[in-house]
């Protein structure tokens, strides 16, 4: 007979008001979880400044015409393969498809979309949800190399 195992896990949620003290706090606990799970410093890099990113966007977006004590949720789980983060404000939402490119030439002046850019660049997967304003993260851990 053999036995099974339940593969290690870590997940947390916070409420987070736009005080840097809390927002720190929150994604050092992710990072901790990463660190326990085994993760690489690469792989806690590219999580921290999406993460980083994503709730940034949510308070300076999402929050800018509401009572700055608004929270922000923040749910997250990982295991030993991924790490799935979900952002949810209490905004209006937005249209991710009209975010413009800021890697083209037209846009290079512009201050938006660089943000979401970087989420891409670094995360698996970023997807929007509740009329936009819910962005969920997730990152596939790549696989130990060999050798």
Do not use: C
Request: no cysteine; charged share 25%; hydrophobic share 35%.
């Amino acid at each position: 007979m053999t036995k099974h195992h339940a593969k290690p896990f870590r997940s947390g949620r916070a409420q987070l008001v736009h005080h840097r003290g809390h927002i720190d706090t929150a994604i050092r606990e992710v990072l901790q979880a990463l660190s326990e799970l085994g993760y690489s410093e690469s792989s806690k890099f590219a999580v921290r400044l999406a993460l980083e990113e994503a709730i940034s966007n949510a308070f300076r977006h999402g929050h800018k015409s509401l009572p700055p004590e608004t929270p922000v949720s923040v749910e997250w789980h990982a295991d030993e393969a991924s790490l799935r983060v979900s952002v949810i404000d209490k905004g209006p939402g937005f249209d991710p498809s009209v975010v413009p490119d800021p890697t083209l030439e037209e846009n290079l002046e512009m201050p938006s979309g660089r943000g979401l850019m970087l989420m891409k660049a670094y995360m698996t997967s970023v997807t929007h949800g509740r009329g936009g304003n819910e962005v969920t993260l997730v990152y596939q851990r790549p696989a130990a190399k060999q050798g």
